[in-house]
């Protein structure tokens, strides 16, 4: 079982826009500014999109956004692409002894 | 551009050792905490261990501490895991990641991954 919960799927059409959530708890979500977010296609290896919560690395695009609300963060995706379809998993810095970062299980979105 | 290739996986019989590799490129090796983290098949990413910039300080999930060595030789900018006491559970793709910073404690994530490395644990 993931320290970090996410919706297994979530499934949207072209051009809408979607959310995943990644609930935790006061030991890594909701007690640092630490929460990234990592697209993973099939067979490939993860890349960041979102960092510190809210920030985007250069080059990805601004249709991908982050947020957070005491334990829960978020990550939206607006204007959906059929590149977008790809496994999105959380991860948090934690302050328990170990591991040091925890992560969601996984949220498939599936663009329609 | 920063580049990280893992090598080393492989079919291994459980109790038995591996060692996996990661060259790293494009970046100033020295400057960066290092980890593994590995993804079983068909299953979410989960953090294995990490290594501070100059290798002096190490850490291990529970689930792996006592069976598995992490360093590094920045000399020839390479990570190391060397893996004993295999079990089943071990199976999985193996995927070295770069950190920001070199420090590890409060340190917001992984900016870079590399392709990964799939080891087997099977009789």
């Known amino acids: 079982q993931s320290a970090l919960t996410q919706p297994a799927s979530v499934s949207g059409s072209p051009g809408q826009s979607i959310t995943i959530s990644c609930n935790g708890t006061s030991s890594d979500v909701g007690g640092y500014n630490y929460v990234s977010w990592y697209q993973q296609h099939p067979g490939k290896a993860p890349k960041v999109m979102i960092y510190?919560?809210?920030n985007r690395p250069s080059g990805v695009s601004n249709r991908f956004s982050g947020s957070k609300s005491g334990n829960t963060a978020s990550l939206t995706i607006t204007g959906l692409q059929a590149e977008d379809e790809a496994d999105y998993y959380c991860?948090?810095?934690?302050?328990?002894?170990?591991?040091?970062?925890?992560f969601g299980g996984g949220t498939k979105l599936t663009v329609l | 551009e920063v580049q990280l290739l893992e090598s080393g996986g492989g079919l291994e019989q459980p109790g038995g050792s591996l060692r996996l590799s990661c060259a790293a490129s494009g970046l100033t090796f020295s400057s960066y905490a290092m980890s593994w983290v590995r993804q079983a098949p068909g299953k979410g990413l989960e953090w294995v261990s990490a290594i501070n910039g100059n290798g002096g300080s190490t850490y291990y999930s529970d689930s792996v501490k006592g069976r598995f060595i992490i360093s590094r030789d920045n000399s020839k900018n390479t990570l190391y895991l060397q893996m004993n006491r295999l079990r089943a559970e071990d199976t999985a793709v193996y995927y070295c990641?770069?950190?920001?910073?070199?420090?590890?404690?409060?340190?917001?994530?992984?900016?870079?991954w590399g392709q990964g490395t799939l080891v087997t644990v099977s009789s």
């Open positions: 990641a770069k950190h920001y910073g070199d420090f590890v404690h409060y340190n917001p994530g992984f900016d870079y």
């Open positions: 991860s948090s810095y934690t302050s328990s002894t170990h591991p040091f970062w925890v």
């Open positions: 510190d919560v809210s």
